[in-house]
């Protein structure tokens, strides 16, 4: 014997679960957006931050100061500063800043900074 009325999905049920298929897609797509976010992000910072210590390198051989771009659209920045003297050393401390800095016309700019010191006879520099 069959029972008349149980042979499918009402339209109710049909649409609570189209709404909640839709919900669940739009979370995952804002999901895979975040992720492929934090991936770019990073990949950003690790290219700055290779970019600084190739930069800070070339300080270290030759202390000058100045600026310019990469040609991935990174910018860089460099600044000598005089640090503290030890006492009597034949020594003078120089404070080495590499800046290197990035954006886009979608975001903020961003900048990384990396800071050493070089010690130089009195008589350099």
């Not at 649409?15 to 992000?41: C, D, E, H, K, Y």
């Amino acid at each position: 014997m069959k029972i008349k009325g149980t042979h499918g999905f009402t339209l109710v049920e049909v649409i609570v679960a189209m709404a909640i298929v839709g919900i669940s897609l739009v979370m995952i797509m804002q999901l895979f957006s975040g992720g492929l976010r934090a991936s770019r992000t990073s990949c950003d910072y690790t290219r700055a931050v290779v970019h600084a210590k190739n930069t800070m390198e070339e300080l270290s051989y030759d202390p000058v100061p100045g600026s310019g771009n990469f040609d991935d659209g990174f910018n860089w920045k460099t600044e000598i500063e005089a640090h503290e003297e030890p006492e009597e050393s034949g020594y003078k401390l120089m404070k080495l800043i590499v800046i290197i800095s990035w954006g886009d016309a979608l975001s903020k700019p961003k900048s990384i900074q990396l800071v050493s010191l070089k010690t130089l006879p009195v008589d350099e520099g």
